[in-house]
């Protein structure tokens, strides 16, 4: 009995085989999530919290309390520090969130962060997010001279960065001040020379409770490397659809 590609032109068998070929592919893909349990419906209250927590926070910010909520000691980020939980790293987000917002930062403003990855990267990002701030994201090879043109030109109203880039930030000086994300160098047994405050610090006297409502939902500004001129910046806003099904996929495996 002949094959069904003996019985078609030359480009539409190619085609058959190619839709098959991503057909497969895609059925692989799609009991890779259901066993990773992402697809799992939630109860009611849950997308009703969720709903909730999407006008309160916007996008980004409401991404750790939906698995607070939900598996709340299931390992979110795993660093050299030991494991961070979802309720953790809510409870943190909320602390530096009321910090910020005693420091002034306010729905729009722009903060920028200058940290590797780590968990208080990731800290500092959904803390900023829950009082609306404009997160830029200085890349780590930038100069001195760099740093200080677009957190300028940025607007940035305060800057988040790791002890490693102290002499690097020296002569920023942002209306609100500067916060240490990683408060030592991991590349150095030399105590910092710093003197501003960490965001551990803040987290220590800030409240863990439940963060106001955003006057202002956030949005993130990627810069380029800026190997060919000054950096430019592009500000991006996550569609709420790829920030729920992150939430639900993240889930399933901790950041390291």
């Not at 709903?51 to 980004?60: F, H, K, P, V, Y």
């Not at 299931?74 to 909320?94: C, F, Q």
């Not at 803390?127 to 994201?137: K, W």
Request: contains cysteine.
């Amino acid at each position: 009995m002949p094959k069904l590609a003996d019985l078609l032109p030359w480009n539409a068998a190619a085609k058959a085989r190619q839709y098959a070929d991503r057909g497969l592919a895609e059925l692989h893909y799609l009991r890779k999530i259901i066993e990773s349990g992402a697809l799992r419906l939630e109860p009611p209250l849950n997308y009703a919290a969720m709903a909730a927590d999407i006008r309160r926070w916007g996008e980004l910010g409401m991404l750790p309390s939906v698995n607070a909520r939900r598996t709340p000691n299931r390992a979110a980020i795993v660093d050299d520090e030991g494991t961070l939980t979802y309720k953790e790293l809510d409870e943190a987000a909320n602390a530096v969130a009321h910090g910020l917002l005693g420091k002034g930062v306010r729905g729009g403003d722009g903060v920028a962060i200058l940290a590797r990855n780590h968990r208080w990267f990731s800290i500092a990002e959904y803390g900023c997010a829950r009082v609306g701030a404009r997160i830029i994201l200085l890349n780590s090879s930038f100069s001195g001279p760099q740093i200080k043109e677009v957190t300028e030109r940025e607007g940035a109203k305060l800057l988040i960065y790791d002890d490693e880039y102290t002499n690097d930030v020296s002569k920023v000086d942002p209306p609100l001040g500067k916060l240490r994300a990683l408060g030592s160098n991991p590349d150095s047994n030399e105590p910092s020379v710093s003197t501003d405050e960490t965001l551990a610090e803040l987290i220590a006297r800030s409240s863990k409770e439940q963060a106001p409502k955003a006057t202002k939902h956030s949005s993130i500004i990627i810069l380029t490397s800026g190997t060919t001129g000054t950096p430019k910046g592009a500000t991006r806003s996550p569609p709420w659809r790829q920030s729920a099904a992150s939430c639900r996929t993240c889930r399933s495996r901790p950041v390291r």
